[in-house]
T-cell receptor
Framework: DSGVTQTPKHLITATGQRVTLRCSPRSGDLSVYWYQQSLDQGLQFLIQYYNGEERAKGNILERFSAQQFPDLHSELNLSSLELGDSALYFC??????????????FGNGTRLTVT | GENVEQHPSTLSVQEGDSAVIKCTYSDSASNYFPWYKQELGKRPQLIIDIRSNVGEKKDQRIAVTLNKTAKHFSLHITETQPEDSAVYFCAATPMDSSYKLIFGSGTRLLVRP
């Protein structure tokens, strides 16, 4: 167990809907990263937060947004969902804001299916 | 931005043989190179990492080498076992204002008993 908790494990929804994915980092970790993994694809970086502030942004769609709360948990909001948004969404956490000094530890992911 | 290329995309070896997976990166300032293993339906797990001030690192049957001049790094697995079968991802951290970890496209390793 990595200590990173993601809920829900599975989510099935229809096109056009909005969903929220939740992540609780490992105890003591200040940084949260979100990655998208489509079927048989690699890990695409979406966004990173450190101690409540956005630190880095990847190829995140405008329909997607995220935030990190004072208790350090993070939420990824996906709106106007399309079939192509179906994927496994991973959250990872690290102690600091730089992966050089603190490796990333991944949660078990949320599998999103858009029908 | 940083780009990481990984080869091969699939690799099949006989149990007991060695497996080598190679990655190249584009940002010469990148300084951290981890490798993750992802078993089917599970989360990626860190198996080994190397920093730019080190040329080689070993942990039991796995080792990673780094060639900063050529901007490539490799994962070596010796005496492969069926439980080594998984998808392996390399990654690099660019030394720009961001702190993201950029992953390669993955290598599906199959170890045949």
């Amino acid at each position: 167990d990595s200590g990173v908790t993601q809920t829900p494990k599975h989510l099935i929804t229809a096109t056009g809907q909005r969903v929220t994915l939740r992540c609780s980092p490992r105890s003591g970790d200040l940084s949260v990263y979100w990655y998208q993994q489509s079927l048989d694809q690699g890990l695409q970086f979406l966004i990173q937060y450190y101690n409540g502030e956005e630190r880095a942004k990847g190829n995140i769609l405008e329909r997607f947004s995220a935030q990190q709360f004072p208790d350090l948990h993070s939420e990824l909001n996906l709106s106007s969902l399309e079939l192509g948004d179906s994927a496994l969404y991973f959250c990872a956490s690290s102690a600091y804001g730089n992966s050089y000094n603190s490796p990333l530890h991944f949660g078990n992911g949320t599998r999103l299916t858009v029908t | 931005g940083e780009n990481v290329e990984q080869h091969p995309s699939t690799l099949s070896v006989q149990e007991g043989d060695s497996a080598v997976i190679k990655c190249t990166y584009s940002d010469s300032a990148s300084n951290y190179f981890p490798w993750y293993k992802q078993e089917l339906g599970k989360r990626p797990q860190l198996i080994i990492d190397i920093r730019s001030n080190v040329g080689e690192k070993k942990d039991q049957r796995i080792a990673v080498t780094l060639n900063k001049t050529a901007k490539h790094f490799s994962l070596h697995i010796t005496e492969t076992q069926p439980e080594d079968s998984a998808v392996y991802f390399c990654a690099a951290t660019p030394m720009d204002s961001s702190y993201k970890l950029i992953f390669g496209s993955g290598t599906r390793l199959l170890v045949r008993p």
